[in-house]
């Protein structure tokens, strides 16, 4: 499959670049989005490309014998590439919090994380992120008490993530 791809910084001339080539594997949807997997014979490697910023070029390509997507799980290879792996589908920073909130509310926003109702509420909430900060902002939006379970490098997150709001608080000199 031959095309044209749009980056997030917006237009480019057609022309301006070669057309991309994979060989599309599959298409999957994901938050919403549509993204194409297909194997860069450049490359040598798997690619993820936008669907709505592709734009497909004639001849649109060669025939081809296609590959089996690594683990053989089309959804969970596309999860563990956006967690920054190849394979394994886990995020690379992970950290277990005790929420004062029912399960119910917990759950709507926990993405791909594991809840546990321990009461009416309380939730324990097992999740992760990119970095130990991100992590410590994305849970520090259920907006309640937020007990720490582990590991230490969550509790440092959060006390950077404090000290940053103190500085933002201030007003301006």
């Known amino acids: 499959m ?32 549509w993204y194409l997997i297909g194997w860069d014979p450049e490359r040598q490697d798997w690619r993820i490309h936008r669907a709505d910023r592709m734009a497909l ?3 649109n390509g060669p025939r081809f014998i296609p590959r089996q997507v690594p683990g053989g799980d089309v959804a969970a290879f596309l999860s563990a590439r956006f967690k ?6 886990i995020w690379p920073c992970r950290g277990e919090v005790v929420l004062d909130l029912p399960a119910a509310q917990v759950a709507p926003f926990a993405g791909d994380g594991i809840v546990e109702e321990l009461g009416p509420a309380r939730t324990r909430l097992l999740t992760g992120s990119w970095s130990w900060v991100a992590l410590a902002a994305m849970l520090a939006r259920f907006d309640t008490e937020i007990e720490v379970i582990g590991p230490d490098a969550l509790r440092d997150a959060f006390a950077a993530l404090s000290r940053r ?3 933002a608080a201030r007003p301006e000199s």
Do not use: T
Not at 3 to 28: I, K, N, T
Not at 84 to 89: F, K, R, T, V, Y
């Open 57 to 59: 070029r004639v001849p």
């Open 2 to 33: 031959r095309f044209d791809y749009r980056s997030a910084a917006g237009p480019r001339d057609p022309g301006s670049r070669p057309a991309r080539r994979v060989q599309p594997h599959h298409l999957v949807v994901r938050a919403g989005r």
């Open 165 to 167: 709001a103190a500085r």
């Open 84 to 89: 920054g792996s190849d394979s394994a589908n």
